[in-house]
């Protein structure tokens, strides 16, 4: 079993940023991100593969989001720059259990395993 604590949301001002982390207990795997604002659907943001050489945004974000890893702490980090009311969502990472893969993942069904969310609130 995989679990994965989040944290680093909060309440920041427009332009402002936040740093996400995501811990993984039981290894090192492909990481995604995703955000469920309210009344909409959860959404794609970041992924990056197990080796980190491979990431993928959600055009929304390209330009002012940074995923990353350290595989030696099993973290995934979510770097929010420039930030706009449009972001405030709950911050999900999310896990896919799979240990040789190359890519990032950008579906929700490929995940195996999701975290509890962190709350993102940007005020304007």
């Known amino acids: 079993q995989v679990q994965l604590v989040e944290s680093g949301g909060g309440l920041v001002q427009a332009g402002g940023s936040l740093r996400l982390s995501c811990t993984a207990s039981?290894?090192?795997?492909?990481m995604g991100w995703f955000r469920q604002a309210p009344g909409k659907e959860r959404a794609f943001v970041a992924a990056?593969?197990?080796?980190?050489?491979?990431?993928a945004y959600a055009d929304s974000v390209k330009g002012r989001f940074t995923i990353s890893r350290d595989s030696a702490k099993n973290t995934v980090y979510l770097q929010l720059n420039s930030l706009t009311p449009e972001d405030t969502a709950v911050y999900y990472c999310?896990?896919?259990?799979?240990?040789?893969?190359?890519?990032?993942?950008?579906?929700?069904?490929?995940?195996?395993?999701w975290g509890q969310g962190t709350q993102v609130t940007v005020s304007s």
């Open positions: 990056i593969s197990w080796t980190g050489g491979s990431t």
């Open positions: 039981g290894g090192s795997f492909p």
């Open positions: 999310a896990a896919k259990l799979i240990y040789t893969a190359t890519r990032a993942y950008t579906r929700a069904d490929e995940y195996t395993y």
